[in-house]
T-cell receptor, first 114, second 108 residues
Framework: SQTIHQWPATLVQPVGSPLSLECTVE??????LYWYRQAAGRGLQLLFY??????ISSEVPQNLSASRPQDRQFILSSKKLLLSDSGFYLC?????????????FGAGTRLSVL | DAKTTQPNSMESNEEEPVHLPCNHS???????IHWYRQLPSQGPEYVIH???SNVNNRMASLAIAEDRKSSTLILHRATLRDAAVYYC?????????FGAGTRLTVKP
């Protein structure tokens, strides 16, 4: 069966510090991968998605970046965190079935930038 | 992009049916209708999806209007564990845009 791992579960970082959140998927090959952010009490905002190694599409201009160094690994990074980067970050994967595109989410990382 | 409209919140009594509506008047012929729900402090989980016909699974039923411009997620007997934010989403591509969803409160 397929599983998605996302870590850490919670993170407190000072403004201006770097960020690296990692997401890995097991039990499937060539998944589509996604990073979302959810501000408190709000809906999900799609940040990045990837259909293959090295292929990243960015949805929202910001000081975040994403990389996919391996087929089932998706990394969200920042060189300098802003207060506005606080939120709940979710990684998700789906099979490469464009029509159905059922997404499976990780447990999320709650980031607090102070 | 196609968009959906849902009520911000709904309330239900425990063990009663719940009908969660969603409007998607700009849906295209190839768009699938997906429903997810998000329990507090968790990632969203897939509930059900459909294209044209009504669908049933162990979690819920999905009723799709004949013109496909609206749909309804049906929870047949709400439990306290069903309290969550429910998202109705259209999936035309490798990109699903989650709106604010409907926050369902279940009263004992």
């Amino acid at each position: 069966s397929q599983t998605i791992h996302q870590w850490p579960a919670t993170l407190v970082q000072p403004v201006g510090s770097p960020l690296s959140l990692e997401c890995t998927v097991e039990g499937t090959s060539n998944p589509n991968l996604y990073w979302y952010r959810q501000a408190a009490g709000r809906g999900l905002q799609l940040l990045f998605y990837s259909v293959g190694i090295g292929q990243i599409s960015s949805e929202v201009p910001q000081n975040l970046s994403a990389s996919r160094p391996q087929d089932r690994q998706f990394i969200l990074s920042s060189k300098k965190l802003l207060l506005s980067d606080s939120g709940f970050y979710l990684c998700a994967w789906s099979v490469s079935d464009i029509a159905k595109n059922i997404q499976y989410f990780g447990a999320g990382t709650r980031l607090s930038v102070l | 992009d196609a968009k959906t409209t849902q009520p911000n919140s709904m309330e239900s009594n425990e063990e009663e049916p719940v009908h969660l509506p969603c409007n998607h008047s700009t849906i295209s012929g190839t768009d699938y209708i997906h429903w997810y729900r998000q329990l507090p402090s968790q990632g969203p989980e897939y509930v059900i999806h459909g294209l044209t016909s009504n669908v049933n699974n162990r979690m819920a039923s999905l009723a799709i209007a004949e013109d496909r411009k609206s749909s309804t997620l049906i929870l047949h007997r709400a439990t306290l564990r069903d309290a969550a934010v429910y998202y109705c989403i259209l999936s035309p591509n490798n990109d699903m845009r989650f709106g604010a969803g409907t926050r369902l409160t279940v009263k004992p």
